[in-house]
């Protein structure tokens, strides 16, 4: 059973820690999406990337959030310094190929932030 | 650019009844229409979708959504709740047509189904 895989899944931290929230794609998608979801702002597209290269961050605040994909398996997403603003759940999610499922995404679990 | 409305944040329903949840979207492409599920401290769950094809789509646990290009409209209805069907729901559209993925989501609605 292929599913996006998140961890931790749970993060409380203090302010100005690094957070560093790792996710797993399905296997032979090729597009990865981050997402934040909070009560107020509802679901916001933070950044996504296909292929491993990053397609657009627009949605990421740029001086204090980072998203990567060091390999296909793996995408990161790193906040430093974190600010209790910051808290949420932060959602994985994996495509397949373009043109195909006509942009379906899987989603992760989630990570749940706390930065107090 | 494509955008989506979901009308009512909240939507209540007795046990049994019938579920309709609104979603109007406007796209500059032909659409491809998503409706998720989010169930308490979970991630999102494909209800259906629509992309070509039968305007009438079939989902999971009885759902089922109409695509109606005339009203811009794909609303989800379901014809009993069950007291599992309280969650959230959001609908999306496809950002251009279903070829870079990406996808754009309304503000959710919560359905509450009273026993």
């Known amino acids: 059973d292929a599913r996006v895989t998140q961890t931790p899944r749970h993060k409380v931290t203090e302010m100005g820690q690094e957070v560093t929230m790792r996710c797993q794609p399905i296997l032979g998608h090729n597009t990865v999406f981050w997402y934040r979801q909070t009560m107020m702002q509802g679901l916001e597209l933070l950044a996504y990337?296909?292929?491993?290269?990053?397609?657009?961050d627009s949605g990421m605040p740029k001086d204090r959030f980072s998203a990567e994909m060091p390999d296909a398996t793996l995408a990161t997403l790193k906040i430093q310094p974190s600010e209790p603003r910051d808290s949420a759940v932060y959602f994985c999610a994996s495509g397949p190929l373009h043109g195909s499922g006509g942009g379906e995404q899987f989603f992760g679990p989630g990570t749940r932030l706390t930065v107090l | 650019a494509q955008s989506v409305t979901q009308l009512g944040s909240h939507v209540s329903v007795s046990e049994g009844a019938l579920v309709l949840l609104r979603c109007n979207y406007s796209s500059s492409v032909p659409p491809y229409l998503f409706w998720y599920v989010q169930y308490p401290n979970q991630g999102l769950q494909l209800l259906l979708k629509y992309t070509t094809g039968a305007t009438l789509v079939k989902g999971i646990n009885g759902f089922e959504a109409e695509f109606k290009k005339s009203e811009t409209s794909f609303h989800l209805t379901k014809p009993s709740a069950h007291m599992s069907d309280a969650a959230e729901y959001f609908c999306?559209?496809?950002?251009?047509?279903?070829?870079?993925?990406?996808?754009?989501f309304g503000k959710g609605t919560k359905l509450s189904v009273k026993p």
């Open positions: 990337f296909r292929n491993r290269a990053p397609l657009d």
């Open positions: 999306a559209v496809s950002d251009d047509g279903g070829s870079q993925g990406n996808l754009i």
